[in-house]
């Protein structure tokens, strides 16, 4: 039997880890909040005392922490020990958090480096697809290892995706969100705009939703409550996706932008409306909200 060190149980990690335990898969659970052991025990992981015990035994140890500084520090240690340090050569760390490219790569070159293997396999799904285990994944690194890797990435997901070699997972994850954003304020202004021609949302909705300006953006995540009944307007700009994770995300556009010198400016653009969006309530509203701040901005012109 495969096992499994799972570190992270927070609003992902916990419903990842007990999909991974349902799918049969012996996982070995850890995180620093003891209540959120408790939680993920409940819901059948076997919790570990730390997280160098968790993954001594473990085939693969996956990591979902807030950010890269959380995995690269995990990795390599410090106070304690590292991940890297205690767990057997050869063994498959599969890091599922979402992190910048280039950071991506120093994991996965870290744990080379320590004579293990290494994925980077960011998600989307947000904790919905988590807990139905429908995320998809967008994977980086060496062929092999992704086959190593699937049984448990199809316990956890629906669609899984092969994007190349190491932190190429990252960038999918990175360039995807960046046309989210983008998309989601152009269609916040678009409802905005027809506003003040005197244009219903329903009949822009039927027009767009069925010609060239169709995205996910309006057809799921329409931002104005009606056409589309589950889209967040409808419940108060509950999330879904979180403003605060689409500002972090943007914020990791932003960085590959400016270490690839790429002409990048609607991206650049979002990110900065977005940063704006989130230091405010918007970080716990869902990110469509953001027609809110449009359309307060367009009060008096
Ligand atoms: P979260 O803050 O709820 O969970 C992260 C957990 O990591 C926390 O419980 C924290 O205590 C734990 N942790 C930090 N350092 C640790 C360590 N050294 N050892 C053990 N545990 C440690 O965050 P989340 O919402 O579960 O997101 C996790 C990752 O997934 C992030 O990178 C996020 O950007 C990404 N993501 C989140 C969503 C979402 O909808 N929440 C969607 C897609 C991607």
Request: hydrophobic fraction near 50%.
């Amino acid at each position: 039997m495969t096992t499994i060190a799972f570190i992270g149980l927070g609003h992902m990690g916990r419903p990842m880890a007990a999909n991974l335990a349902t799918a049969g898969f012996a996982v070995r659970g850890f995180d620093l909040v003891p209540e959120l052991c408790d939680a993920a025990r409940a819901a059948g992981v076997e919790i570990a005392p730390s997280a160098a015990d968790a993954v001594t035994d473990a085939d693969i140890v996956i990591t979902m922490l807030p950010a890269g500084k959380h995995v690269l520090a995990a990795y390599e240690g410090g106070d304690s020990p590292g991940l890297l340090g205690a767990a057997r050569p050869g063994t498959l760390f599969l890091d599922c958090s979402t992190i910048a490219v280039d950071e991506a790569r120093s994991a996965a070159a870290l744990a080379v480096a320590a004579g293990h293997r290494a994925l980077d396999a960011p998600v989307s799904g947000g904790v919905v697809g988590a807990e139905n285990g429908t995320l998809a994944f967008m994977v980086g690194g060496e062929a092999a290892d992704f086959a190593a890797a699937k049984p448990a990435l199809e316990a956890m997901g629906g669609r899984i995706v092969h994007c190349g070699s190491a932190g190429l997972g990252q960038a999918a994850k990175v360039c995807n969100n960046m046309i989210l954003g983008v998309t989601q304020i152009a269609v916040a202004e678009a409802f905005v705009l027809g506003e003040r021609l005197g244009l219903s949302h329903q009949a822009l909705f039927d027009v767009a939703s069925n010609a060239s300006g169709q995205c996910w953006a309006l057809t799921t995540n329409c931002p104005v409550p009606g056409p589309v009944p589950t889209s967040p307007a409808n419940n108060d700009y509950e999330p879904g996706f979180a403003g605060a994770l689409m500002a972090k995300d943007l914020g990791l556009a932003e960085q590959m932008i400016a270490l690839t010198g790429v002409d990048a400016q609607l991206g650049l653009l979002a990110q900065s409306r977005y940063a704006e969006f989130a230091s405010g309530p918007g970080a716990h509203q869902d990110f469509s909200g953001i027609i809110n701040t449009i359309r307060d901005a367009n009060v008096d012109a």
